[in-house]
């Protein structure tokens, strides 16, 4: 199973960017998908994660109506349109699976299997 990450970039504070995820390999079924970040010297972060379904949603509080995750049309794809942005957020950021479970909406970082190789976000002020 690999994770291929997208999207990231350098922009001004008050911008835009929009992440792309998408897991490929030897999947079976629909796979619940989160996003974190890791700043230099921090640890890794929950960001936000979405259920197999995407009928749930979670979000760390710090960017609680600013970012939005979302699923694809394609099969374990996934999106963080984060808007709003802060140089606070400057970070690298990751994708992360887990295979179907009995967890519908994992949170936590050890609660993932699976994880992308990360994607740059630059915020200038």
């Known amino acids: 199973v690999q994770l291929v990450e997208s999207g990231g970039g350098l922009v001004q504070a008050g911008g835009s960017l929009r992440l792309s995820c998408q897991v490929s390999?030897?999947?079976?079924?629909?796979?619940?998908m989160g996003w974190f970040r890791q700043a230099p010297g921090k640890a890794r972060d929950v960001v936000a994660t979405?259920?197999?379904?995407?009928?749930?949603?979670f979000y760390d509080d710090s960017v609680k109506g600013r970012f939005t995750i979302s699923r694809g049309s394609a099969m374990n794809t996934a999106y963080l349109q984060m808007d709003s942005l802060k140089p606070g957020d400057t970070a690298v950021y990751y994708c992360?699976?887990?295979?179907?479970?009995?967890?519908?909406?994992?949170?936590?970082?050890?609660?993932?299997?699976?994880w992308g190789q990360g994607t740059q976000v630059t915020v200038s002020s």
């Open positions: 992360a699976a887990r295979p179907p479970s009995v967890l519908v909406l994992p949170t936590r970082r050890e609660d993932f299997d699976y």
């Open positions: 390999g030897h999947t079976f079924g629909s796979y619940a």
């Open positions: 979405i259920s197999w379904s995407g009928g749930s949603t």
